[in-house]
C-alpha cells in the first residue's frame, strides 16, 4: 500500500499545505486504507468509501475546525477520523480504548458535535452557524448529510428554519447515494432521482449546450444564465429553492476536481454573504471498491472480510439470533391474523423484518429514518382495528418519544413494539446504547412492558404482548438467543405474572430478559458456597408481579434486582417502588448500569465491568447476605 502522502497528514492543515493536483492520491489512499483496515476490524465500509471525495474536499477547501464540519450520523466519517489524527486509532476502532465508529466530541477537536442517530445535522450546524453569527465570527458550518438521513423529519425541520433565518453562514451538502442502508424509500428520494433521469431535461440540457457552442461572446453570457434558469426549473433544486437555499448541483461527487471547484465557489459564496447554500453530490455508496460498489447493502456495516474477493469470514455457527427469531414468530403469527404489519424505520435488515417482507410485501412498511412517524402511522392504523408491530431499536424509539406517548398510550391504542437491541450493544457505543427504555417506557399509563429471559420465551411474549388489546413493548437483546430449544406451540403468558425458577430463603435474586440466565448461574455457584437463592424471572416491568415479589420479600433475607438497563428508573427501582409500599423492611440491592454513559467495546467485557453477568451477581448477593447478617 503507499501511504506517502498519507502517512504526513496529520491534520487537515497539512492537506491544505498539499498542492490541489495532489490531493487526488491522497483521496485513493484513504480509500485503499479504509478498506485494508476495515477488511480486518469490521465496520462501516460503503458510506465511508462513498464521502471519501467529499470529506477530502471540505477538509481541503474549508478552514476546519474553525469552519465546522458536522456529520450527520457520522457513520460515513472514516475519511474525516484519517485526515484528522486518527489513522492508527483504526485499529482498535469500536473496542474497549479505541476510536468510536461514531463521533463524540470528546475524541477530536474536529469533531465538533456527537452523532450515531441519523437526522441532526442540519439542525446542530444551523445552532452553530447561529452562534457564530451572535458571537461576531465570520466562519461557517457545513452539515454534510445523506439523502437516508434526509428522510427524517428533523432535518425538514431545520432546513425550513434555516431558511427563514436566511442563515448566510450555513452550507449543507447533501450526500446522495439513493441508499440508505437498503435502498432508500420515499417520494423525496423518487423526487431526486426522478428529476435527474428525465428525459426531457437530458434533451434540453444536450439541447442548450449545443445550442450555446454555436453562439458568439456577448451573447455566450446570457444563454449560460438562460441555461441554469432551465436546470434550476427542470432540476431537483427548486424544492431547496423554495426554502430559501441556494441550491447548487447537482454534481458528481466522486469526481475529485469537481468537488474542489465547487466547495471553492461555494465557499465563495458564503464569504460573499449567499447562504444558506445546498449542495447536491450524487455519490456512488461503495465507491472504488468494487463488491462494496456492486452491493453497497451488504457492505454497509461489515465484519471482518478478505480484501481481494470481498468474501467474508465464515461466522461460526450458533443459536439464532433473537432478530430473526422475532421475525420468524411474526411470519407465523400473521398467517394467522390478517391484522398484523410489520414496520420498520429504515431498519428492514437489522430487525429481522426484510423475512416478513419476502412473505408479506403487502404488510410491510419501511417508512425511512422516519421513527416518529412509524409510531403515530401504527397508531393510526391500531385505530382502525389494525395490530402494527413496529420493530424499532431501542436507542431509535428515544426519538418517538411524543407519539408513543401521546398517540398510542394516551388512547390506549393496539400496537406492540418490538424493541431490538436492548441492553448493551457493543461496538457502536454509546449513542445506540439501548440503557433507558424500561424507563421511559415504564412511566406511561396503559403500556405493558415484558422482557424475555431467552429467545424461546421471546415469542410468547410477542404472543402475549398482540393479544394484549392495548399497548405492549418487548425489549430483547442484540445478537444470537441463548440456544434454548424452541416450544412448537406458542402461547400467551399471563399478564403481569413472574415466573419462579428456583427457590430459597437467604436471598432472592429478581432478574430481568437477558439477566436471568446469569442469575440461574449465579444461584447455582451460590449454592455451592451453601447459600439458599431463589432465582425470580420477573418477565414483566409492567404491570409488575408485585405478589410474588413480596411474597419473596417476607421470606428472604435480601432481594437483589438484575437489569441490563440504567439503573436509574428502570425494573430495581420499579421492585424498590412495590417494597417501600408494602411497608416491608426488607433491603433491596439494585444491579443495573450505573449513571453513566456506557463507551464502545466487546459487550461481554463491558457486562462484567459492570458485575451484571453470573461472577458479579454472586459477587453482590454475597455482599448483600453478609451486610444483612
Ligand atoms: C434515528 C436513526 N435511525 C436509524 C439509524 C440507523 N442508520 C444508520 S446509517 C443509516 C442509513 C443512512 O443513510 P444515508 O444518510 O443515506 O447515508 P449512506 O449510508 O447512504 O451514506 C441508518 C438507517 C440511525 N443511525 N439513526
Known amino acids: 500500500m503507499s501511504d506517502s502522502l498519507l502517512s504526513g497528514i496529520h491534520s487537515p492543515e497539512d492537506l491544505r499545505r498539499l498542492p490541489r493536483e495532489r490531493l487526488a492520491q491522497v483521496a485513493d489512499e484513504i480509500r ?16 465511508s468509501l462513498g464521502a471519501v471525495e467529499l470529506l477530502v474536499a471540505i477538509h481541503a477547501v474549508f478552514d476546519t475546525p474553525r469552519d465546522r464540519l458536522v456529520l450527520d450520523v457520522g457513520h460515513q466519517g472514516y475519511p474525516h477520523k484519517m485526515l484528522t489524527g486518527r489513522r492508527e486509532g483504526f ?11 461514531f463521533l463524540r466530541r470528546s475524541e477530536s477537536p474536529y469533531d465538533h458535535f456527537g452523532a450515531g442517530h441519523a437526522g441532526t445535522s442540519i439542525s446542530a450546524a444551523l445552532g452553530i452557524a447561529r452562534a457564530m453569527q451572535h458571537q461576531g465570527r465570520e466562519n461557517c458550518a457545513i452539515a454534510l448529510i445523506g439523502d437516508g438521513g434526509m428522510t427524517a423529519g428533523m432535518a425538514f425541520e431545520a432546513l425550513n428554519h434555516a431558511g427563514h433565518l436566511r442563515q448566510r453562514n450555513l452550507v449543507v451538502v447533501l450526500n446522495d447515494n439513493e441508499m440508505s442502508i437498503s435502498p432508500n424509500v420515499g417520494a423525496l428520494s423518487s423526487y431526486l432521482s426522478r428529476k435527474l433521469s428525465m428525459p426531457l431535461v437530458r434533451r434540453m440540457k444536450g439541447f442548450a449546450r449545443e445550442f450555446l457552442s454555436s453562439l458568439p461572446g456577448d451573447m455566450l453570457h446570457w444563454a449560460h444564465k438562460a441555461e441554469e434558469s432551465l436546470k434550476v426549473f427542470f432540476s431537483p433544486g427548486m424544492l431547496f429553492e423554495a426554502l430559501s437555499f ?48 456492486q452491493d453497497p447493502y451488504r457492505y454497509h456495516g461489515v465484519g471482518a472480510f478478505e480484501v481481494e474477493s470481498g468474501r467474508f469470514r465464515p461466522s461460526s455457527p450458533g443459536p439464532p439470533r433473537y432478530q430473526d427469531v422475532f421475525a420468524d414468530t411474526l411470519i407465523r403469527l400473521a398467517h394467522e391474523d390478517p391484522r398484523i404489519v410489520g414496520i420498520t424505520a429504515a431498519m428492514a435488515d437489522g430487525t429481522g423484518l426484510d423475512r416478513f417482507r419476502e412473505v408479506f410485501p403487502d404488510r410491510f412498511y419501511d417508512v425511512g429514518i422516519a421513527e416518529q412517524h412509524a409510531v403515530t402511522f401504527a397508531a393510526g392504523l391500531a385505530s382502525e382495528g389494525m395490530k402494527p408491530v413496529p420493530a424499532i431499536y431501542s436507542t431509535f424509539l428515544q426519538r418517538a418519544y411524543d407519539q408513543v406517548v401521546h398517540d398510542v398510550c ?23 446504547q439501548g440503557l433507558y427504555d424500561l424507563a421511559y417506557l415504564r412511566a406511561l399509563p396503559n403500556m405493558v412492558v415484558m422482557a424475555p429471559k431467552d429467545e424461546n420465551e421471546l415469542r410468547h411474549m410477542l404472543v402475549t404482548a398482540l ?147 453470573a461472577p458479579g451477581i454472586a459477587r453482590a448477593v454475597r455482599e448483600a447476605v453478609a451486610a444483612g447478617r
Open 32 to 47: 485503499e486504507e479504509i478498506v485494508q483496515r476495515v477488511s480486518r476490524t469490521g465496520g462501516h465500509l460503503a458510506s
Open 91 to 101: 485499529d482498535r476502532i469500536g473496542k474497549s480504548d479505541g476510536i468510536a465508529k
Open 246 to 293: 441556494r441550491y447548487v448541483g447537482p454534481i458528481q461527487g466522486n469526481r475529485l476536481d469537481v468537488v474542489l471547484e465547487t466547495f471553492a465557489n461555494v465557499r465563495q459564496m458564503i464569504l460573499s454573504g449567499e447562504g444558506p447554500i445546498l449542495v447536491h453530490a450524487l455519490t456512488a455508496k461503495g465507491y472504488g471498491y468494487e463488491p462494496a460498489q
Open 410 to 432: 394516551l388512547q390506549n391504542l393496539d400496537v406492540t413494539f418490538a424493541l431490538d437491541r436492548a441492553g448493551v450493544v457493543g461496538a457502536d457505543g454509546a449513542t445506540h
Open 467 to 613: 393479544t394484549h388489546p392495548g399497548p405492549a413493548a418487548v425489549r430483547f437483546p442484540r445478537g444470537a438467543g441463548v440456544g434454548v430449544p424452541l416450544d412448537p406451540e406458542l402461547k400467551a403468558l399471563p399478564l403481569g405474572r413472574a415466573e419462579l425458577l428456583r427457590d430459597g430463603d437467604d436471598a432472592a435474586i429478581l432478574a430481568l430478559g437477558s439477566m436471568v440466565h446469569p442469575a440461574l448461574e449465579a444461584a447455582a455457584e451460590l449454592a455451592a458456597d451453601g447459600l439458599s437463592v431463589a432465582v425470580l424471572n420477573a418477565r414483566f416491568v409492567k404491570p409488575l408481579d408485585a405478589e410474588r415479589i413480596l411474597g419473596l420479600a417476607r421470606r428472604c433475607a435480601v432481594l437483589v434486582t438484575v437489569e441490563e438497563h440504567a439503573a436509574l428508573g428502570g425494573f430495581g427501582a420499579a421492585v424498590l417502588e412495590a417494597v417501600a409500599a408494602s411497608g416491608l423492611g426488607v433491603p433491596v440491592h439494585c444491579l443495573g448500569v450505573p449513571d453513566r454513559l456506557v463507551e464502545h467495546g466487546d459487550p461481554a467485557e463491558i457486562l462484567a465491568g459492570l458485575g451484571l453477568d
